[in-house]
């Protein structure tokens, strides 16, 4: 059941977009009035200013902030040594976005995920998320269970995410 008050981890992956990724969390500021989030930033090697950038927010946002930083090409170096190879440049995005998403994933503390996109705006001010966990209400008052996997920019319960059969195959009603 979604608690009232929820922590809400929002997680974005950038890189060498810092205009968008400061724009996303700019609109955030302006528009969020849920009191109880996080924020979990991975860039995977920008040479745009974006990782002092977000060294910067986390110090200074009024939400607390979990930075994960690294470097694409000493992650493929190690994928290398481990006789591992990914040659084409959209392999290589795939690859280094499903790393960052993961680790990020494993440090979020929030009950509630929101996977954004470094180009994503808020554009409506107030309490929306509350909107947001209604929807959970209503199929767990429907239903009797949480069976929303996702909702607002791939929302998700993390405790969905995590179940023990997702490896295995996917959860029928």
Known sequence: MVKSMPLVSFQ???YNRLPR????LNSFERCNEHPNVEWVITDFGSQDGSQSFIRE???SSSWPVKVILGDAEEYFEQSRAKGLSIDSRWAKFRAVLGKYRSEARRQS???LMCDMSDD???IRRGRWFDEVLEVYRHREEA???DDIACVVSYG????RFSKS?????????
Not at 165 to 173: I, V, W
């Open 109 to 111: 503390a929030g009950e």
């Open 120 to 122: 994503h705006q808020f």
């Open 143 to 145: 239903i009797g269970r």
């Open 12 to 14: 974005v992956n950038s």
């Open 57 to 59: 927010y986390a110090r």
């Open 156 to 159: 998700y319960l993390k405790a």
């Open 165 to 173: 059969n997702n490896a295995l195959q996917q959860e029928e009603n």
């Open 21 to 24: 990724l400061k724009n996303l």
